[in-house]
């Protein structure tokens, strides 16, 4: 049983950054950010393999960026240039399998979320 924990959410004004982080409390190959906004499914965000290979949704990439620490199994998000629209818990997750999903139904693991608001 892998337990997730994030943290780093907060209030931050538009144009503004954020980097969020998700501790691990054990080895997890693939590791991945999910975000739900009020009213709204929850949405791929980014992906990250132990070697290093990432996926992002496309409308995100250029603006945010997923790294991992191995030996802290600790996983990364950093958000620059966040718009209102960026508002939402974002959750971390964790697959047993090898390959990069985007589909959160592939995630057995996940953290209990954090919130993110972005002010205009």
């Known amino acids: 049983q892998v337990q997730l924990v994030e943290s780093g959410g907060g209030l931050v004004q538009a144009g503004g950054s954020l980097r969020l982080s998700c501790a691990a409390s054990?080895?997890?190959?693939?590791m991945g950010w999910f975000r739900q906004a009020p009213g709204k499914e929850r949405e791929f965000v980014a992906t990250i393999n132990r070697g290093g290979t990432t996926d992002y949704a496309d409308s995100l990439k250029g603006r945010f960026t997923i790294s991992r620490d191995n030996a802290k199994n600790t996983v990364y998000l950093q958000m620059n240039s966040l718009k209102p629209e960026d508002t939402a818990v974002y959750y971390c997750?964790?697959?047993?399998?090898?390959?990069?999903?985007?589909?959160?139904?592939?995630?057995?693991?996940w953290g209990q979320g954090t919130q993110v608001t972005v002010s205009s």
């Open positions: 997750a964790a697959r047993s399998g090898l390959l990069l999903k985007r589909q959160n139904y592939e995630y057995a693991y």
């Open positions: 054990g080895n997890t190959y693939v």
